[in-house]
């Protein structure tokens, strides 16, 4: 089957942004994903801290009290944490908070024992975490990247189109600096030709005609002394 033709996104892709549009576009990207944590994370990192098997989960633990834990858990985290870096806008993407969140679960399936409480409640906290990010955070997301995908070709389709315009008005002026060029070169010649017209009209002063007739008679002689030169040689 014979190839389909590229899709004008696809042909708008290939016209690469500069690194000052791109940057423009990944900070409103940023922007809108930052307005995303803050806005449906933390109402799950809230019905996670309010369900009823969160209290294992909800402070630091207390290593004083499990003093083996640092040697288990090498980067420890707990859902207080996990709020106060979201309240201070420390999560720029809905992605970091929920690594921060896997590790909290992660954390309790290392330290404790398989079928212990504490682990059962952390693979249970796990499914609504997962219920609540399929059903609000990943259609946003998605949302997200499409939107990203249709500002760069608008941008990208923009700038294809600045820069088309671009080079027609080079060429314009292209065209207009050779065809004034070819104009002044014409009027020049126009010049000269008229300025030797002028001389070639002017009647002879009498110097003039003097002096033309000299030269003519010169040219007479020089013609007559070397014809008879010639017959002389012949004679010889």
Same mark, same amino acid.
């Not at 549009?21 to 307005?35: E, T, V």
């Given at each position: ?97 929920? !690594?921060?969140?896997? $590790?909290?679960?992660?954390? *309790?399936? %290392?330290?404790?024992?398989?079928? /212990? @409480?504490?682990?059962?409640? +952390? ?43 671009? !080079?027609?008005?080079? $060429?314009?002026?292209?065209? *207009?600096? %050779?065809?004034?060029?070819?104009? /002044? @070169?014409?009027?020049?010649? +126009? ?46």
């Amino acid at each position: 089957p014979s190839p389909t033709p590229p899709s004008q996104s696809s042909h708008l892709r290939r016209h690469r942004l500069d690194p000052e549009d791109a940057q423009i576009l990944h900070r409103l990207r940023m922007a809108r994903l930052s307005d995303l944590t803050l806005k449906f994370c933390g109402p799950i990192l809230k019905s996670l801290m309010q369900h009823k098997w969160a209290y294992p989960f909800n402070l630091p633990v207390n290593t004083l009290r499990y003093t083996d834990y640092l040697s288990y858990i090498r980067t420890p985290c707990d859902f207080s944490s996990i709020r106060q870096r979201l309240e201070a806008g420390l999560y720029a993407t809905p992605l970091e908070f929920r !690594k921060d969140v896997d $590790l909290v679960f992660s954390n *309790a399936r %290392t330290y404790n024992v398989r079928g /212990s @409480d504490c682990y059962l409640m +952390a693979e249970a906290l796990e499914e609504v975490l997962e219920e609540k990010w399929e059903k609000t955070v990943i259609p946003r997301l998605l949302d997200e990247q499409r939107m990203a995908a249709s500002q760069e070709e608008e941008l990208a389709a923009r700038r294809a189109a600045l820069d088309l315009v671009a !080079k027609r008005i080079q $060429l314009r002026n292209v065209a *207009a600096a %050779t065809a004034a060029q070819t104009a /002044s @070169d014409m009027e020049m010649l +126009a010049k000269l030709v008229m300025s030797q017209a002028v001389v070639l009209a002017c009647p002879l002063a009498d110097d003039e005609k003097r002096n033309l007739k000299r030269r003519l008679q010169r040219l007479l002689q020089g013609e007559r002394s070397g014809g008879d030169g010639g017959g002389g040689g012949e004679g010889g």
